[in-house]
């Protein structure tokens, strides 16, 4: 059964940061790609960051590159997310979520197995 456990989550002012961990388990953590994803109230759910663990590959979105890094330790089946210069509009659920997709990154819309998320909330 795949299993993803994110933690990590809080409050924390703008300008700080905060690192999320996603632990996963029943699924060959090497092959499959490992997403975050975020909903905030009233907004499209986004996906904001994504890596390969078979490559190392790695995705941002536009809101988030340079801010965020995304890695991931291999030897403890765990993705973290450091998110740095957090803002206000970061203020969101943020959701783990992996599949296997052979030899590139995930599309959106691929990922069938989600964590069950972690409030992120930055105030001003």
């Known amino acids: 059964e795949v299993q993803l456990v994110e933690s990590g989550g809080g409050l924390v002012q703008a300008g700080g940061s905060l690192r999320l961990s996603c632990a996963a388990s029943?699924?060959?953590?090497?092959?499959?790609?490992i997403g975050w994803f975020r909903q905030a109230p009233g907004k499209e759910r986004e996906v904001i960051s994504s890596?390969?663990?078979?490559?190392?590959?790695?995705y941002y979105a536009d809101s988030v590159r340079r801010r965020f890094t995304i890695s991931s330790d291999h030897a403890k089946n765990t993705v973290y997310l450091q998110m740095n210069s957090l803002k206000p509009e970061d203020t969101a659920v943020y959701y783990c979520?992996?599949?296997?997709?052979?030899?590139?990154?995930?599309?959106?819309?691929?990922?069938?197995?989600w964590g069950q998320g972690t409030q992120v909330t930055v105030s001003s």
């Open positions: 979520v992996a599949d296997f997709c052979l030899g590139r990154l995930c599309s959106e819309s691929e990922y069938r197995y």
């Open positions: 890596i390969s663990n078979s490559d190392g590959s790695t």
């Open positions: 029943g699924f060959t953590f090497d092959d499959y790609n």
